[in-house]
C-alpha cells in the first residue's frame, strides 16, 4: 500500500470501530480499519505528558487490554482493563493486542501503523490504554508500561 493509497482509504472509508480515549487531560480517538487481511490502526491523542527536561523522550506504552471497561480508582486508574490482549497466550511482545509506543510531540501524539494481529471484530468491547512510560518490548507479561493514564472501550 502506498502513502497515497493509504490517505485515499482514510479519506473514503469510515472505520470499522473507534475508541474515545479519556484520562486525567488526555483525549482523542483510536480508529480502526479494515484492508483486506489487515488492520490500519490510527491514533490521534491531545493532553499527553509534556517532556520537562531535554533528554525526556515523551514515549508511551500503546496497548490493547482484555477487559471491557475503564473503571478502576482513585489509586489504580483504569483497573478494570485487566492485562493485553493475548488471545493466543503469546509471551510479550508477541501479545495480539501488543502496538507500537506512541511519540509525543508538544502533548500532542498522532500515528497510523497496519497489522495482521488481530481482526476488528475481536477487538469490539475490549479497551485501549495508554500508559505513562514506554514499553520495554523484554519485561514480562506487559512491558513495564507503568501507570496507566488513558483509556477507551472500542466500539
Excluded at 475503564?70 to 501488543?98: E, L, Q, R, V
Aim: contains cysteine.
Amino acid at each position: 500500500m502506498t502513502l497515497c493509497d493509504f490517505a485515499g482509504m482514510l479519506v473514503m472509508n469510515s472505520p470499522k470501530a473507534k475508541a474515545k480515549m479519556q484520562g486525567s487531560g488526555v483525549s482523542g480517538e483510536v480508529s480502526f480499519f479494515e484492508v483486506g487481511r489487515n488492520v490500519i490502526v490510527v491514533a490521534d491523542i491531545a493532553g499527553l505528558p509534556k517532556q520537562k527536561e531535554n533528554c525526556e523522550c515523551g514515549v508511551f506504552g500503546f496497548h490493547i487490554h482484555s477487559g471491557v471497561d475503564c473503571g478502576g480508582s482513585a489509586d489504580t486508574p483504569f483497573a478494570n482493563t485487566k492485562g493485553h490482549y493475548n488471545p493466543g497466550d503469546c509471551p510479550h511482545p508477541c501479545h495480539a493486542g501488543d502496538m507500537p509506543p506512541l511519540f509525543g510531540n508538544n502533548g500532542r501524539a498522532w500515528m497510523a501503523f497496519m497489522t495482521d494481529r488481530f481482526k476488528v471484530e475481536e477487538i469490539i468491547g475490549k479497551t485501549v490504554v495508554i500508559h505513562m512510560m514506554p514499553d520495554d518490548f523484554r519485561t514480562q507479561p506487559s512491558g513495564d508500561s507503568g501507570e496507566k493514564i488513558a483509556c477507551g472501550v472500542i466500539e
